[in-house]
């Protein structure tokens, strides 16, 4: 298996652009997550996918950021339009329910 | 909020030495579970460790979970070099329910010199 995929691996942009990070979860994972990573916040929870249904998204910072997961295999999160301060280190993770995660190995975005 | 706090937040010690990292939380918990992670790499999952279990062992690591204190270690034993990277406890609240996401900490650097 070739663990969680993640692209692109950087992504520099111009703020106010529109920027959509991409993630394929580990073939039978029915769990998906999106964390965004800073060194002044450490590691946050933004959205949380079951089988496909956002569960909770409270962690999404506001409505310039979502997420789809249109199928078991597909996820994406966009921001739009982007902040200088949405620079950081988007990570995705899958997992079997109430196992350990397996993370991507993240997204380092730099907004301009 | 960061539920799981690693104490000390930095750590140095020679090649060989054991490493010892803690890690508080607030909540009661399904379940506790250490990462690692190298610089610019994204976290690898180590070991999980349920309520109902004190002690779990994994090859040079070994951890405990006192649930009564809130707290959980991990110990690192024979050190190497390779093992310096940041170490991250998540918990998986009882409160969340079926929304099994995990809180993670805020780690705890681990540097291990030759």
């Known amino acids: 298996d070739a663990g969680v995929i993640q692209s692109p691996r950087h992504e520099v942009t111009e703020m106010g652009q529109e920027v959509t990070l991409r993630c394929k979860p580990i073939?039978?994972?029915?769990?998906l997550f999106w964390y965004r990573q800073t060194m002044m916040r450490g590691l946050e929870l933004l959205i949380y996918?079951?089988?496909?249904?956002?569960?909770?998204d409270s962690g999404m910072p506001e409505d310039r950021f979502s997420a789809k997961m249109p199928n078991a295999s597909f996820s994406t999160l966009k921001i739009q339009p982007s902040e200088p301060r949405d620079s950081a280190v988007y990570f995705c993770?899958?997992?079997?329910?109430?196992?350990?995660?397996?993370f991507g190995s993240g997204t380092r975005l730099t907004v301009v | 909020s960061q539920q799981g706090e690693e104490d000390p937040q930095a750590l140095s010690i020679q090649e060989g030495e054991n490493a010892t990292m803690n890690c508080s939380y607030k909540?009661?918990?399904?379940?506790l579970q250490w990462y690692r992670q190298n610089s610019g790499r994204g976290l690898v999952h180590l070991i999980l460790?349920?309520?109902?279990?004190r002690e779990k062992h994994s090859g040079r690591l070994r951890v405990t979970l006192d649930t009564s204190k809130k707290s959980s270690s991990l110990l690192i034993t024979a050190s190497r070099a390779a093992d310096t990277a940041s170490y991250f406890c998540?918990?998986?609240?009882?409160?969340?329910?079926?929304?099994?996401?995990?809180?993670f900490g805020s780690g705890t650097q681990l540097t291990v010199l030759p």
């Open positions: 996918f079951n089988n496909n249904v956002p569960i909770d």
């Open positions: 993770a899958s997992s079997p329910t109430g196992h350990g995660y397996t």
């Open positions: 460790i349920r309520s109902n279990e």
């Open positions: 909540t009661s918990i399904n379940n």
């Open positions: 073939s039978g994972h029915n769990s």
């Open positions: 998540a918990t998986d609240d009882l409160s969340s329910g079926s929304a099994r996401q995990l809180t």
